[in-house]
């Protein structure tokens, strides 16, 4: 299983850290061990500016290689939300090097993902998703914001990687990115349904 991930994927976000709209999905990879295990997020101690990042997440459930756009929808049947946790201190230091970014992003428990729900019940074109840190609202984003749609993405990344059942697809974040702090509570609602509740210890 891999962790796929698209950066910049709402032009707010992207305008608030200062990058350039993409033309082309831009893309980063979280190995497996990035899925964080149980709903306690621990601050690593090589960084001193974790920022959560709230996500729509898909389930790919079938493979495939040079999917087309217009049957990618085939190709996954849950949705879910997750958190990419990034260090951005670190993420900054490594940009401003021209270096990767995976130190940043793709530490052990940097991401956080929530269960996983039928997409039919949904309308994906327009999915309202939020976080609240502290109970205090801090990203609150919809997809008909996203710059490259789910099937956009799936059709684009699937040129260059093989999509294998299992695999995740973080489609990025939405303006409204932060730091987290010791004994924080971050709270994922999908529509109105609470699915993940994070402790930062």
């Known amino acids: 299983m891999k962790i796929i991930c698209i950066g910049r994927n709402y032009s707010e976000h992207a305008k608030e850290l200062g990058n350039e709209i993409p033309e082309k999905p831009v893309i980063f990879i979280k190995p497996d061990t990035a899925i964080l295990k ?7 101690e090589f960084s001193n500016d974790i920022h959560y990042e709230l996500e729509v997440v ?3 459930s079938k493979g495939g290689k040079y999917i ?3 049957n990618a929808h085939k190709h996954y049947e849950e949705i879910g939300l997750g958190i990419d946790f990034t260090a951005r201190d670190l993420q900054s230091e ?4 021209g270096l990767p970014w995976e130190l940043a992003k793709g530490f052990d428990g940097s991401a956080a993902v929530s269960p996983f729900f039928k997409k039919e019940n949904y309308n994906l074109e327009s999915l309202q998703f939020s976080l609240l840190k502290a109970k205090e609202k801090v990203q609150d984003g919809n997809t008909k914001d996203m710059i490259f749609t789910h099937d956009d993405i799936i059709a684009f990344v699937s040129q260059y990687f093989t999509l294998r059942v ?3 697809i973080f489609t990025g974040t ?4 932060g ?4 004994n924080d509570i971050l709270e994922a609602f999908l529509e109105n349904e609470k699915v993940l509740n994070i402790r930062i210890l």
């Open 68 to 70: 087309q756009k217009e």
């Open 94 to 97: 490594l940009k401003s090097k």
């Open 38 to 44: 149980g709903n306690d997020f621990y601050l690593p």
């Open 179 to 182: 730091r987290v702090q010791e």
């Open 58 to 60: 898909i389930k790919i």
């Open 166 to 168: 299992g695999d995740l």
């Open 174 to 177: 939405p303006k409204g990115v």
